[in-house]
């Protein structure tokens, strides 16, 4: 399997070059050229577990990793989730919630991030090679990456984060963990100066290329491909409907896309409800065809709180029948106007609906989820859910993914149920737990020489 970019600037790549490479060298994403129809393999993978299936699913994009290598990789992967099925299936009310939480940060981004953790290791051993990750995180993303990659040979993790400003438990997510390879450096300063100094330490190219510093951002090839495997679990879950639907609380369009993927394959999903904040950049557009920058919103869900959807040049590119000029010239429209639009918008487009859901709604479905039907979902899971019980035709099971654990949103559980219990055993231990993280100022010049010292 060969990947080439959405804008076509580059040489096809093997699966392993599109894993390592990220964002494609022309600044376009890394899209596979051909999605295999799985349909026929549909009967032989009811029995698999989750991590079989895994295998099952994703080896044919990866064809250059020897089989029992891959599987052997992808066993490792899940083995740090905590649930026997790794994301069981839940019936509430009359929605099916698949929880994709169990991981060791109690987020659904662990399902990629493991994976992506042991992907790195083994490329990085058979090239004798080493990677210098480095990013910034406003909570939750920091302490997934750094739970993929902890204690693995061959790479290093510096993660910025301003100090003071994301929450205690967030914090100590990423502070407890002591492995040799984990720095967690604490900025005097705002989430924007750790993501301008991001920028600005990557833009010094020769520092780049002498050590090695790479991402673990959203685009990568890999992330988008191990979630494809949960719709397919979910459907097995499921007992293999004729039909089902999904809800994706939404934010990146990764999650939601790997469900158009998994469509693609020939998976019977029949819509894809795409759940949004006050942050609606994609509601407005799966509504109109029209695509246009918002300002961004504080809210109770913050994971989705975006302007732009990283992930989403990858649908336009299905849209355009895999054409990188009409992409690329889309791409161009919005960077210079700030607004983008489809004529005509049809095909691929009806496969989703969406709607954005206020702050108020998304606390009040927290509070009636608990009081009808005793469960507990975080403030992205209820805002899913909430458009998923919306949209549910009769007859056609919905699936409602839940992204995060409730424990991680304290206040909004709180606000929405000032009475119940909200703890995960994982966050209450945190508190007795030596930490480590060094303080540094904003200043490029600083994260670099800090860099220089521990390589
Ligand atoms: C990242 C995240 C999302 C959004 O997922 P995308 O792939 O960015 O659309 C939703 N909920 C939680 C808890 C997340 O961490």
């Known amino acids: 399997m060969k990947y080439l970019s959405t804008r076509g600037g580059i040489e096809p790549v093997s699966f392993k070059a599109a894993v390592m490479m990220?964002?494609?060298?022309?600044?376009?994403?890394?899209?596979?050229?051909?999605?295999?129809?799985?349909?026929?393999?549909?009967?032989?993978?009811?029995?698999?577990?989750?991590?079989?299936?895994?295998?099952?699913v994703m080896q044919p994009f990866a064809d250059d990793i020897e089989p029992t290598v891959f599987e052997a990789l992808v066993q490792r992967s899940y083995q740090s989730f905590s649930h026997p099925d790794t994301a069981p299936l839940v019936p509430v009310g009359g929605v099916h919630i698949l929880e994709l939480f169990h991981g060791p940060t109690l987020a659904f981004k662990d399902i990629a991030l493991q994976f992506l953790g042991e992907l790195f290791e083994h490329v990085l051993c058979e090239r004798g090679e080493q990677l210098n990750i480095l990013g910034a995180t406003s909570g939750d993303t920091g302490s997934a990456a750094i739970a993929g990659v902890r204690g693995k040979s061959g790479i290093r993790i510096f993660i910025m984060f301003p100090e003071g400003r994301t929450s205690p438990t967030q914090e100590r997510q990423m502070t407890t963990v002591l492995d040799d390879n984990v720095f967690n450096l604490s900025i005097n300063g705002s989430f924007d100066d750790c993501q301008n100094l991001l920028k600005t330490v990557f833009s010094d190219l020769s520092f780049k290329d002498q050590y090695a510093l790479g991402a673990v951002n959203s685009v990568n090839w890999a992330r988008v491909l191990a979630q494809v495997v949960y719709y397919f679990w979910s459907w097995y879950q499921l007992s293999q409907p004729a039909r089902f639907d999904v809800a994706v609380p939404t934010g990146n369009f990764g999650n939601i896309f790997a469900g158009f993927i998994a469509k693609r394959m020939g998976l019977p999903i029949g819509k894809l409800v795409l759940a949004t904040n006050a942050n609606d950049i994609l509601a407005r557009f799966f509504d109109t065809g029209v695509y246009q920058r918002g300002t961004v919103h504080f809210s109770q869900s913050p994971a989705m709180d975006i302007q732009v959807a990283s992930n989403f040049e990858r649908y336009l590119y299905y849209q355009f029948d895999q054409d990188p000029i009409q992409t690329s010239a889309f791409m161009q429209h919005f960077s210079d106007q700030q607004r983008a639009e489809i004529s005509a918008p049809a095909g691929i487009f009806d496969w989703f609906v969406a709607d954005a859901v206020s702050d108020?709604?998304?606390?009040?479905?927290?509070?009636?989820?608990?009081?009808?039907?005793?469960?507990?979902?975080?403030?992205?899971?209820?805002?899913?859910?909430?458009l998923a019980d919306r949209f549910q035709e009769p007859d056609v099971p919905m699936v409602a993914l839940a992204t995060a654990h409730p424990a991680k949103f304290e206040a909004a559980v709180t606000q929405a149920l000032p009475k119940v219990v909200n703890t995960h055993s994982v966050l209450a231990g945190l508190d007795r737990l030596e930490t480590r993280k060094t303080a540094m100022v904003s200043d490029p010049e600083a994260i670099k020489a800090f860099i220089r010292a521990s390589c």
């Open 360 to 386: 108020v709604e998304t606390l009040q479905a927290m509070n009636r989820i608990h009081q009808q039907y005793g469960y507990l979902a975080d403030p992205h899971t209820a805002v899913g859910y909430l």
């Open 22 to 56: 990220g964002l494609a060298n022309d600044g376009g994403l890394l899209v596979p050229e051909t999605i295999p129809d799985v349909t026929p393999m549909l009967g032989q993978w009811a029995q698999l577990s989750y991590a079989e299936l895994a295998a099952a």
